[in-house]
């Protein structure tokens, strides 16, 4: 009970990490943005809008105020959408007085720029903080039930890899450790993208043959990009690649998937997102891997035609024509 641990963004995953640390003996806290979502998590000592029923810990206390979270430990991990990380990075920093250790569970790209969020804890902070990354293949209902699970934690320091692994790690939840920061950046935004095509692809009607192929050849997208931008091709076998790819092309718990399904069966972006009621990592993650696709000049068909769907207002069905109409070529 010495091990503290502040965990920013009280949504499903960051509640589920903030469940996992606090039953493994750590105090821990709990942090969100809006006083009123606070206020209930206090009272009903529950996540009732997103983990109904998942009782928390004694140790586990919530709060919207950041000045609270810098008192409270130097051990910080991240859980918010990618598009609130560096705003709320720079707020916590405002309350610091001690140097920190940053951890995050968000995947995605920084909207700004189309960076890494590693290269934007090193703007905020500096070259020096430890930072890591939480990724791989786990949906937030399913770690906080206790149901096995396995994640990746990335840092290019390995004993703040190691001491996080530690806090987190249960007999129902295995973490592994990766030097690949790059790697594990670029295979947990991506497979957002592939999400979404994959569930277009399901919405419109297309069978298993369909699911594999697409599953498949996005792996191959995902590897030449994180290639491109520094990755190792070994990281895209593991959990955070091909893992969490699977998973969430696979199960309708993936919110990308749904959004996916909905414009498949014929709904615009604005009904199909307003139906999921929750963010939607993919959007944002098709335009900031298409352009950095453009950008570096890597072969990304899957990711272009779900990019044109969201961005263009290109049919779903047009989308997967366009795919099927390509010049045959050899498979590698």
Known sequence: MNKKIAIL??????????????????RTLLWGHHPGHIASLEQDRENKRYLPGLAFPKNLTVTSDLAEVANFSSLILVSVPSHAFK?????????LSHPVQIAWATKGFNPD???????????IFSAQTPAALL????????????????????????????????????????????????????????????????GIADGLGFGANTRAALITRGLNEMIRLGVKLGGKQETFMGLAGLGDLILTCTDNQSRNRRFGLALGQ????????????????????????????????????????????????????????????REQKAES
């Open 87 to 95: 705003d709320t990075l720079l707020k916590l920093k405002a309350h």
């Open 9 to 26: 963004g009280a949504g499903s995953w960051g509640t589920a990490l903030a469940i996992l640390a606090a039953r493994n003996g750590c």
């Open 266 to 325: 014929g709904k615009d972006t604005v009904a199909a997102a307003q139906e999921i009621a929750q963010e939607i990592e993919g959007i944002s993650a098709a335009k900031e891997t298409f352009l950095l696709a453009k950008k570096y000049g890597v072969d990304m068909p899957i990711t272009e035609q779900t990019y044109k769907v969201l961005y263009e207002n290109l049919a779903p069905l047009a989308a997967v024509q366009n795919l099927l109409a």
């Open 135 to 198: 990724s791989g293949p786990s949906f937030a209902q399913e770690v906080a039930a206790q149901l096995p699970t396995a994640i990746t934690i990335a840092s290019s320091q390995p004993d703040f890899a190691s001491q996080l692994a530690d806090i987190l790690h249960s007999e129902r939840f295995r973490a592994y450790t990766n030097s690949d920061l790059i790697g594990v950046e670029v295979g947990g935004a991506v497979k957002n993208v592939m999400a979404i095509a994959a």
């Open 113 to 123: 720029n189309g960076s890494l969020l590693h290269e934007v804890v090193t703007e």
